[in-house]
């Protein structure tokens, strides 16, 4: 002999069984709303680097719950059968796709240690070395600047004449101060001047550069410091794993070879 259970007696049996409640956060309309939503929310809000709280868990429920019921009625007035709706899922769809695929490739090639020591050690190279603590005034003409330096020659402060007619708002209204800097972080031609000069000592003629003239001062010289490894061994991972994956998008692109119109 068969047997076989009502639906209202499934139904009683499933509601009585404590795992098949726990498999559910709530019932909507009838509709069993599953705890895996929770998680996949909670996944979500841990991977933003934010602590899932218990207030928070509380909140996601909720948050899953009005999804549902909103769902519903979405269900329930034919908004899926909407062109707006059906596009907007084939942008969704192509998003989550696209995001999936760099995900995928991000772990199939991780940036490893030893990239990641060379790269600091490609940094260290190019940053070490000396110092600058520079001051510069910049102007549109050599005749200012041979007025700037005669001036300055003449008593007037190098500071108060950056703040008035320097061409540079970032460091003029500091006094022409651009705080310590390595040489190979300026132009060639003020590169070239202010590893010239001592401490304390000003250009004696004006420095043209694609931007302007310069009167340059030099205050302070010292050695590179320079951040070590473990500081920034993090930093380093990070941009190597977005110039991997941008390389591998422009690999992709040039393979492609899209024929746009």
Do not use: C
């Not at 499934?10 to 309309?29: F, H, Y």
């Not at 769809?93 to 990239?115: G, H, M, S, W």
Request: no cysteine; charged share 30%; hydrophobic share 40%.
């Amino acid at each position: 002999m068969k047997f076989s259970l009502s639906a209202l007696t499934a139904a009683v049996l499933l509601a009585a069984a404590p795992w098949a409640a726990a498999q559910n956060v709530a019932i909507v309309n009838g509709k069993a709303v599953p705890t895996a939503r929770v998680e996949l929310l909670i996944k979500q809000f841990e991977a933003s680097g934010r602590p899932v709280t218990d207030e928070v868990r509380a909140q996601l429920k909720e948050e899953v719950v009005l999804r549902e019921v909103f769902m519903q009625e979405a269900q329930k007035r034919g908004v899926a059968a909407l062109p707006e709706y059906k596009d907007q899922m084939e942008l969704a769809r192509q998003t989550l796709l696209i995001r999936a695929l760099f995900a995928d490739y991000e772990k199939k090639n991780p940036v490893t240690d030893a990239e990641i020591q060379a790269e600091y050690d490609k940094f260290t190279a190019n940053n070490g070395g000396k110092e600058y603590r520079a001051r510069h005034i910049l102007v549109e003409k050599e005749e200012e600047a041979k007025a700037v330096i005669a001036s300055i020659k003449g008593g007037a402060k190098f500071e108060d004449i950056a703040k008035k007619q320097s061409k540079d708002p970032g460091s003029g209204a500091n006094g022409g101060d651009l705080d310590w800097a390595n040489a190979s972080s300026y132009v060639a031609e003020f590169s070239e001047a202010m590893v010239k000069l001592e401490k304390g000592q000003m250009t004696q003629a004006p420095v043209k550069s694609q931007f302007g003239w310069h009167v340059i001062r030099v205050d302070d010289v010292r050695q590179a410091q320079l951040p070590k490894f473990e500081e920034i061994k993090d930093q380093i991972a990070q941009q190597m794993k977005q110039q991997k994956v941008a390389s591998f998008q422009k690999s992709l692109y040039e393979k492609a070879k899209p024929n746009i119109k």
